[in-house]
């Protein structure tokens, strides 16, 4: 029994590994030279042990969100976001709710409204007891020009300044760096949930070369991979 368990571990422990790597080489190679990695450290080192992160993938089902102009829509690309944010908490250790995992709103099926759709969201959060929620948009703006992911805290939290001032830096990094800084608002997901929320708005889909970029797998996996550090990040401290 003991030996069987040796080696799972084992075998996990260098499946784990190797997945490591193979995600940090894609990601060297898409970013070149890039910022420097850091002494290397295993995210999968099981930091996450014994947290619950909720990840909430925005809209769905009857509301798109934002709408690119090559009809890239908000939901799908968001719900892509947070499967791959999922499965990398996953990988950490963490237990991951998702507030939805497929194209569906939370509002109930006859008359689904947006106030119920975030009620819901809100009671996931609760009923899961989590840790932490982020909660995955894309942004849109009359100004085409404008770029960039952003991360967006409750105005008086300061563990949701702190969270977001982690993942922020790992947005400039990973993904087309805007410079643009952590931000404070009022939400009602952020005001309710009663935990550290962070919404990250991974780009925006006005702008024609960033929706371009955010309709690409390995871009939506580097967004994923930014935003867990990030969390990373905050959690040690
Ligand atoms: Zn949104």
């Given amino acids: 029994m003991r030996q069987s368990r040796f080696i799972w571990a084992v075998t996990t422990a260098a ?36 947290r619950t992160i909720v990840v909430d993938p925005g809209h769905g089902g009857t509301d798109p969100g934002a709408v690119g102009s090559r009809g890239t829509l908000e939901k799908d690309v968001a719900l892509a976001i947070s499967k791959k944010l999922a499965y990398f908490f996953q990988q950490g250790g963490a237990k991951v709710v998702l507030t939805r995992d497929r194209d569906r709103d939370l509002g109930s099926p006859e008359n689904p409204t947006k106030v119920e759709d975030l009620q819901k969201r809100v009671q996931i959060v609760h009923e899961a007891k989590a840790d932490l929620l982020i909660s995955v948009h894309l942004n849109h703006f009359s100004d085409r020009s404008e770029y960039g992911a952003q991360a967006f805290y409750q105005r008086g939290s300061a563990e949701g300044k702190k969270l977001a001032e982690r993942i922020q830096p790992q947005l400039n990094a990973f993904l087309i760096d805007s410079g643009r800084r952590a931000l404070a608002g009022d939400f009602y997901l952020c005001r309710n949930a009663k935990i550290p929320v962070v919404i990250v708005e991974v780009g925006f889909l006005s702008h024609p070369e960033e929706e371009r970029k955010l309709r690409e797998d390995v871009y939506q996996t580097k967004a994923a991979w930014a935003i867990y550090r990030g969390v990373i990040d905050y959690l040690r401290g």
Avoid: M, Y
């Avoid at 590994?17 to 420097?36: C, H, K, M, Q, Y």
């Fill in 15 to 50: 499946l784990l590994f190797s997945l490591v790597l193979n995600v940090d080489f894609a990601i060297a190679r898409e970013t070149g030279p890039g910022p420097s990695p850091g002494p290397f450290r295993p995210a999968t080192a099981w930091e996450l042990t014994g």
